[in-house]
């Protein structure tokens, strides 16, 4: 296909002073350079009823069409493909993961993330839509305020070993909470850095001794060789823990989530199933329980799109 340049308001000025005295279409194109079909489509999609032609009026009814003027959406196109996306848009995977793993299915059909953003903003998607089906409802990131120091550490998260810088092993998770309204509870998460693996407990009221047992109670069968903890005041028995697991229990620097950023990325996702606000208290074990399946059962890009189930079922082979 040749490239083609729209016409120029300065062009279709001199269009129009030729056009007005008679020129014949074909010498009007020989002296602008142009196609005589271009010359004739202009003038029959901007000229006025009465058979004028004037070059402002068609310059903005030219910018009127671009405005309005768009490719198809791939998904409106293709139907299978978009049940698909809207069935895995239902078991909350992110834009990303839906791509990368049709991807992978379809290696000759290729998917961006983007098709899908573009097709969800505009309402393409049946029974779909960004403020119900992603992650931050269609919000923006917002940036966590600093946590105060509650605790007196034996172990700082500066002095991992190998082995957990790395992410050489299995169970050595980092853990946090994640709280909903004031008085209401909270969720302690606990992540496995290898296999981000995610085990979840409710947490009724805010004191060392629940807290505690909730990380026993989500920890329960697992096998478990460290944690890392933010510096919350829940956590300052954490040498209970210790002692009941066999563990070492490090902390994070004052006012530094980024060195446990693999929990602070799942405590992103858990938000999406459990706002600011959620009354903890009218929760239940088997609710979490659902939630916890459905995140380790979605497809991760540090894992090369498999999910925390798939991973480690790969590694027990």
């Known amino acids: ?63 009127c069409r671009r405005k309005t003027a768009r ?88 002095e991992w070993p190998k082995e957990i810088k790395e992410r050489l092993e299995l169970g050595h998770l980092e853990g946090d909470t994640v709280y909903g309204g004031i008085g209401k509870g909270y969720l302690i998460t606990l992540v496995d850095q290898k296999s981000r693996k995610l085990h979840m407990s409710i947490v ?15 920890l329960k069968g697992t096998e478990v060789r460290s944690i890392s903890l933010d510096n919350g005041t829940e956590f300052a028995e954490f040498r209970e823990v210790e002692q009941m697991l066999n563990i070492p229990i490090y902390f994070a620097d004052p006012h530094a989530p980024w060195q446990r950023g693999t929990n602070e990325n799942m405590n992103d996702i858990v938000r999406f199933f459990y706002p600011k606000g959620t009354d903890f208290r009218k929760i239940s074990e088997e609710e979490v329980a659902i939630v916890m399946e459905s995140i380790n059962n979605r497809p991760r890009k540090c894992l090369g799109w498999l999910s925390a189930v798939e991973f480690l079922a790969k590694c027990c082979t």
């Open 1 to 63: 296909m040749q490239p083609y340049n729209h016409f120029t308001l300065t062009e279709r000025g001199y269009l129009c002073e030729n056009y007005k005295t008679g020129k014949s279409l074909r010498d009007i194109a020989k002296l602008m350079k142009r196609s005589p079909s271009s010359i004739c489509r202009e003038l029959n999609r901007n000229q006025n009823k009465d058979g004028s032609y004037n070059p402002w009026r068609a310059t903005i009814l030219y910018m």
């Open 71 to 158: 490719k198809p959406f791939r998904l409106e196109q293709n139907r299978e493909l978009a049940a698909w996306v809207a069935k895995k848009l239902r078991q909350y995977w992110p834009p990303e993961a839906i791509a990368a793993r049709w991807c992978m299915e379809h290696p000759d059909e290729k998917l961006s993330t983007s098709t899908i953003y573009s097709a969800l903003k505009a309402g393409k998607i049946e029974g779909c839509s960004a403020v119900k089906h992603l992650r931050r409802h269609n919000r923006r990131k917002y940036t966590k305020g600093p946590k105060s120091n509650a605790v007196h550490p034996d172990r700082m998260i500066r």
């Open 204 to 218: 009724r009221k805010r004191n060392c001794k629940e807290t505690n047992e909730g990380i026993l109670r989500a």
